[in-house]
């Protein structure tokens, strides 16, 4: 497969051109209302975080994607497993389990030195505690969840020089025994899954970076947040290697050369800029949900109806057809 050329396209051009958004009668009202939005959004900053970086990851393609950081410089954040299961992640019975190699390690320091790469810690083992519920540290006590993190901690120290200040728990789960066992730790950012009715104190002195969209999303996403009324929001982008093609034809979205050219496209755009966790902290020591953007699901339905060329007009057109008929019925009731 000839890279790149077969991957879709995964978020569209970035123009500031406005989109088609209706019938042709709104056109032009719509359009006008989508540039005043888009002219208030001064800057969007994205990040991307790749999850699940282990003994057990794909290294070659890891290469590759360290190759790429470095030469466009791109800041990116690894969440690493400091020592994988390396049977099934859903079982929690004993399993085997596998640290970093030495090829593994030199590829992390490589890409911290040479690149704006942060190196967060993923977990321990990435195994469930539980089978009722997919997480590593939800319902264990404080002392296991002490012992995970700083046990994981400390094999993250010894692979790349620098003690971890960033957690990303599996499955992007966790309890308030995390948050203890994090600030015990010395942990500053927690980056799991986006929680709209998360209390600010929650979190306690951790600035909260969460995921709010896949690669599979984002496209979407991002034209939603170019809309908002905001002036400044972020963005946090999961990645997993087999979201690309590169490394599964099946659940991959792009190949690794069409990400590194959307990339190029996205920094473009003068008020898109991207960032680790390390430079977002240096404006600003403290980081909470509100600061990211997260489309809710019937807004980001109606976007996609709204941004497809062919499938906005067709659903107006059964829309008024039904009307119609509504109409027409009452209009005849002996009908
Ligand atoms: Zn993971």
Redesign the pocket.
């Known amino acids: 497969m000839v890279e790149g050329s077969e991957a879709p396209p995964i978020w569209n051009k970035l123009s500031t051109e406005p989109r088609r958004l209706g019938n042709e009668n709104s056109d032009h009202e719509l359009e006008t209302k989508a540039n005043i939005c888009m002219n208030k959004l001064r800057r969007l900053y994205v990040l991307f975080r790749y ?2 970086l282990s003994a057990r990851s794909n290294t070659d393609f890891e290469r590759r994607l360290v190759q790429v950081l470095i030469e466009d410089q791109i800041p990116f954040v690894f ?1 690493v ?1 400091p020592q994988v299961c390396l049977g099934d ?1 859903r079982n929690p019975e004993p399993q085997t389990y596998a640290e970093l190699d030495s090829e593994k390690r030199q590829l992390l320091q490589h890409a911290a030195s040479a690149a704006p790469v942060d190196v967060a810690l ?2 321990l083992t ?1 195994q469930s505690a539980t089978s009722d519920c997919l997480s590593e540290f939800v319902g264990l006590s404080l002392e296991e969840q002490m012992r995970k993190i700083s046990q994981g901690a400390r094999i993250l120290e010894a692979c790349t020089g620098h003690r971890p200040f960033a957690f ?1 728990p ?3 789960r966790y309890d308030k025994n995390t948050i203890a066992a994090l600030i015990e730790n010395g942990f500053t950012v927690l980056s799991a899954g986006f929680r709209p009715k998360m209390e600010s104190e929650e979190a306690g002195p951790l600035s909260v970076f969460p995921q709010t969209v896949s690669l599979h999303n984002f496209a979407t996403t991002l034209e939603l947040a170019k809309k908002t009324r905001c002036r400044e929001l972020s963005l946090i982008v999961e990645l ?1 290697e087999y979201d690309f093609t590169d490394v599964s034809s099946v659940r991959g979205v792009m190949a690794l050369d069409s990400f590194r050219r959307e990339i190029r496209e996205l920094r473009s755009d003068a008020r898109i800029e991207l960032r680790n966790f390390s430079q977002a902290l240096v404006n600003r020591n403290r980081w909470s949900n509100d600061d990211f953007y997260y489309p809710r699901r019937r807004f980001a339905l109606l976007s996609r109806l709204a941004a497809s060329r062919f499938l906005g007009p067709i659903v107006l057109l059964v829309v008024s057809l039904l009307c119609l008929i509504a109409l027409y019925r009452q209009a005849m009731p002996g009908q």
């Open positions: 999850d699940d969440g497993i992640w993923h977990g990435h990303v599996p499955w992007n997993h």
